[in-house]
């Protein structure tokens, strides 16, 4: 029986987190324009947030996704070039190696050790999977096998079964040595990389694997501590011939290039090949994200593309929309002492137009008509100051009305909230189409606007409660973001006779204050973790430096606070300015806004979707 | 099932001046910024024959002791020295109350008086109300932790052991913090159908369920997990126990991930469970730093009769 396209469709945007994907993570993959660069065997380091893809192409290059991309041809496995393991990094096995019983050396050296348990454990269960499937056996001697097995400190084994059972067998021993670690119990420690080398080396010596490679394929690497990456950084700058590492890690999650070698680092390109996901898809990011939803939307049945479901209103449609007119009311009345020719020529200018100029009078105190003059004796003068203001005219129409206060609509509208990161992109796109299935509508007509920007509001709303568990700030995450999209929600709804677009902000304070290291490392968790984006300011900057960037909440978040996504124009704040929108959000949100000119009973009232939110907004006022 | 096949060895004191030690028995305690961990002051000044042990400081590595005069530190990960340290109370009856401990502390002391087949009871106060948060957001209404530490293994408890598969199930025992069960589906990423969350019902208090549910709600919503809730009794280790017993009796294969985020008395039923298991289970804990003043006043005090319970209790 054919599955209907509207369940289809749900299904299959639904799926938009890898762990969730399983059977059908392969069968929906759409492989990105740098995925061939790492096929080679260079080590590879791919940084990006969370719902970039990173977790989807490095299982895409695992035995397993290879063999799902083959359509389960088992006759093709002894064919690939390499194979790839996939490990991801579970901070609760990691974090067993910490605690002042030993030095952070000696804990480096029990940590090289489980490391090579685990990644030849790993290796030992991919070659039975090859033996079964491809029903050829994997020859390795005795010898080889009692070689590797000598390399971890094994008892004999003359198996690859045996060594399997070996290795599982140390791991639980091992185990057990780590929780009665001030026990101090005799452990016999293998050499940092060395079974690695021989077990790979080893296979490339058989006729099943001759002139092939290995691939670890390690997944947040963020959440190794330092002294683990720099064990596992030693690993990537040795490594070659037989086997190569790729790395999957969020932007700043690679906290340290050293390795246990002193005065030695990982460089990028000498020692591995640095793709940034953001920066690779920066112009081509709406190109990938039609392909990935277009090959949905075929799976499902459905014959049209997706940017046919987002259709777009342009900004003098959104003014019409959010009821410009009846906020203008009769425009005789509004431009009381224009001439004839005055009112014809206002009549013939888009509505937005005369809102704006309405909107200017009134933060002049001054009366329409006076703009309007104005605006006819230098039409280029004034079509300029429009310019700048008349996407930010859209955000006070409705201003402090209930319902929508701003649209957005439009597939590059989606693909800029999503600020390049797939999963936001399906999300955007799965509550969309959700929405628009229970009005009772189908695949055959295009995504209405009210429909879009609900959802775009659900998503923001969505990803801000996430926020909550990415990470040990998490909890202080949403507070900032909370703080920061209240300013600029506020400054949003008022901007005339201020900056408009003000949706950025740069830290002012310099030097080493306590506040400045507490900011330093809460922003270093917001960009890690995609609260906030950040681009280099006009100086110069290390990576690691939070100082002299611009900030930027996620544009996702922009439908939900109700502001631009468009990067436009910053404002300056202090490191202890940050630390109290976390702390004291009400007192500093209205000390902010005031340093900007803002009273508070100016304030716009919080739209619909952040009353929820009253009680944090409105504490100890 | 009958009582008479899953006991609840409890003892409930509805105020804790009425509730005093033997007198030969050790009684082994701890202080975190709490009223209800104060308790142990109304009857030690009376009662000089239970021999009172206090933990003077806590950490994941170690703890200090006050034995007699003498300060001792025991570390948390020597089976040696915690065996030691259990031997010496050999013969007597021994109170743990975790009611002022830390997870990463009792947890250790417990699997090593289990195995020490020490004549083990688990005292603990529940407080009279937790303090609401001065800047609530959706999962964290209460103020209950300042902020979180992180996701480690609890001393002793480590799984090394890098088995994950599709078989495995993740079972938060869930509290009022709903920015603790997000840090741990964070890390854990369990499959959306493979979630079996806990509620403490009956609650402390009769409104307690509905703070939990309230709490938790976004990431019930999005992981639809809300259709999978289980409950147990809020502050009966044992009734978690049996509840999780069930669970692993109808799904018998993978892993048991369970976080022990909620109530203690849900806490000690599940490092019970893990160590009395045959089965993989790991126990997934975040460390959450305790807001100072997250709770006021005393209420009932339980006392759990830990060895008669394991005595009777089959996994």
């Given at each position: 029986m054919t599955t209907e396209p509207k369940t289809e469709l749900n299904r299959l945007f639904g799926l938009y987190k890898a762990e969730w994907l399983n059977g059908q993570l392969f069968e929906l993959f759409t492989e990105p324009k740098y995925f061939p660069d790492l096929r080679s065997h260079k080590p590879c380091a791919l940084i990006g947030g969370r719902g970039t893809g990173k977790t989807t192409v490095l299982r895409g290059l695992s035995y397993e996704g290879q063999l799902a991309f083959n359509?389960?041809?088992?006759?093709s496995i002894p064919t690939w070039a390499s194979y790839g393991i996939y490990y991801r990094v579970n901070t609760n096995r990691v974090?067993?190696?910490?605690?002042?019983?030993?030095?952070v050396d000696r804990w480096g050296r029990y940590f090289a050790h489980y490391i090579n348990l685990l990644l030849c454990g790993k290796l030992a269960s991919f070659l039975e999977w090859y033996s079964l499937h491809t029903?050829?056996?994997?020859?390795?001697s005795a010898a080889s096998i009692g070689r590797v097995a000598s390399s971890l400190h094994l008892?004999?084994?003359?198996?690859l079964s045996g060594l399997a059972e070996g290795i599982k067998a140390s791991i639980i021993s091992f185990e057990a040595s780590i929780n009665s670690i001030a026990d101090d119990n005799p452990v016999t420690l293998s050499l940092q990389g060395q079974p690695l080398d021989v077990f790979t080396g080893e296979l490339i010596n058989t006729t099943e694997f001759k002139g092939k490679t290995f691939s670890f394929l390690i997944d947040?690497?963020?959440?190794?501590?330092d002294f683990q990456q720099r064990v596992v950084n030693t690993i990537v700058k040795h490594c070659g011939g037989a086997y190569t590492i790729k790395i999957g890690v969020k932007d700043l999650g690679w906290r340290t290039r050293d390795t246990?070698?002193?005065n030695e680092r990982l460089h990028h390109p000498a020692d591995y090949q640095r793709i940034h996901i953001g920066e690779e898809l920066e112009e081509t990011f709406s190109e990938f994200a039609k392909r990935v939803c277009d090959s949905r939307l075929l799976k499902a049945g459905?014959?049209?593309?997706?940017?046919?479901f987002f259709p777009r209103l342009t900004e003098e449609e959104e003014a019409e929309k959010l009821r410009v007119r009846e906020v203008l009311g009769d425009l005789g009345s509004l431009l009381e002492g224009a001439e004839a020719s005055e009112l014809e020529f206002a009549r013939s200018l888009p509505v937005l137009e005369v809102f704006s100029m309405a909107a200017f009078a009134n933060a002049q105190r001054i009366k329409p008509v006076d703009v309007l003059r104005s605006a006819m004796s230098d039409r280029r003068k004034w079509l300029e100051r429009y310019s700048n203001y008349r996407h930010a005219f859209l955000f006070t129409i409705?201003?402090?009305?209930?319902?929508?206060?701003k649209y957005y609509t439009g597939w590059d509208v989606m693909c800029k909230l999503s600020g390049g990161n797939i999963r936001y992109l399906l999300e955007l796109v799965h509550q969309s189409f959700s929405d628009h299935f229970e009005?009772?509508?189908?695949?055959?007509s295009s995504i209405v606007p009210d429909v879009q920007t609900a959802a775009a509001e659900k998503v923001g709303k969505k990803n801000l409660t996430e926020l909550e568990g990415v990470s040990v700030e998490g909890a202080r995450l949403t507070k900032l973001l909370l703080s920061l999209g209240r300013v600029f929600q506020v400054m949003a709804a008022d901007p005339v006779g201020h900056t408009p677009e003000v949706n950025q902000f740069a830290l002012t304070s310099s030097g080493n204050s306590p506040a400045d290291a507490a900011v330093d490392s809460l922003l270093r968790a917001a960009v890690m973790h995609l609260a906030v984006v950040r681009q280099a300011g006009s100086k110069l900057a290390d990576d690691?430096?939070?100082?002299e960037y611009d900030y930027m909440l996620h544009p996702i978040f922009a439908p939900f606070f109700v502001y631009?996504?468009?990067r436009k124009r910053k404002m300056k704040l202090t490191a202890q300015q940050v630390l109290d929108l976390v702390q004291h959000p009400a007192e500093t949100i209205k000390a902010v806004l005031e340093s900007t000119g803002r009273r508070q009973p100016d304030f716009s009232p919080l739209p619909d979707q952040l009353q929820l939110f009253q009680g944090f907004f409105h504490a100890g006022s | 099932m009958p009582v008479r096949d899953e006991p609840l060895p409890v003892q409930v004191f509805?105020?804790?001046?009425?509730f005093t030690p033997p007198t030969a028995a050790v009684y082994i305690y701890g202080h975190l910024p709490?009223?209800?961990?104060?308790?142990v002051e109304s009857w030690r000044n009376a009662n000089s024959g239970t021999r009172a042990i206090e933990i003077t400081s806590q950490s994941s590595a170690e703890i200090e002791l006050k034995i007699g005069d003498a300060s001792v530190k025991l570390p948390l990960r020597s089976a040696r020295q915690l065996s030691s340290f259990w031997s010496s109370f050999a013969g007597s009856d021994v109170y743990m109350?975790?009611?002022?401990?830390e997870h990463q502390v009792w947890a250790p002391l417990l699997q090593t008086a289990i195995a020490n087949r020490v004549s083990l009871y688990v005292v603990y106060v529940e407080p009279a109300k937790y303090s609401y948060s001065p800047t609530p957001t959706d999962g964290q209404i209460?103020?209950?932790?300042?902020r979180i530490s992180g996701i480690a293994p609890l001393p002793g408890f480590?799984?090394?052991?890098?088995?994950?598969?599709?078989?495995d199930w993740f079972i938060p025992l869930l509290g009022f913090e709903g920015t603790r069960l997000r840090h741990v589906i964070e890390h854990?990423?369990?499959?959306?159908?493979?979630i079996i969350p806990v509620i403490?019902?009956?609650?402390?208090?009769?409104?307690y369920p509905f703070h939990a549910y309230l709490g938790n709600k976004g990431a019930l919503e999005e992981t639809e997990s809300w259709a999978s809730v289980r409950y147990a009794q809020a502050n009966c280790p044992f009734s978690l126990y049996y509840l999780l017993k069930s669970i692993s009796r109808d799904r018998p294969n993978g892993t048991l991930m369970i976080a022990p985020i909620g109530t203690k008395p849900h806490g000690l039923g599940a490092i019970l469970f893990k160590i009395a298991s045959q089965r993989a289970v790991e126990i997934i804990y975040d460390h959450p730093v305790r807001s100072k003043k997250r709770t006021e006043g005393t209420d009932r005090l339980f006392v759990y009769s830990i060895s008669a319970f394991l005595g009777s209790a089959r996994p």
């Open positions: 359509k389960k041809d088992y006759s974090t067993a190696f910490q605690g002042p019983e030993l030095t029903k050829r056996p994997v020859e390795l008892p004999a084994v003359t198996t947040e690497y963020e959440n190794f501590l246990l070698n002193d459905v014959a049209l593309g997706i940017e046919d409705r201003r402090g009305k209930v319902g929508i206060r009005l009772g509508l189908d695949h055959r690691s430096d939070t100082r631009s996504y468009r | 509805e105020q804790t001046t009425a709490e009223d209800r961990s104060e308790h109350d975790i009611t002022g401990l209460f103020d209950l932790s300042a480590a799984n090394l052991a890098d088995q994950a598969s599709t078989d854990v990423q369990p499959a959306a159908d493979r403490g019902i009956p609650g402390f208090r009769p409104e």
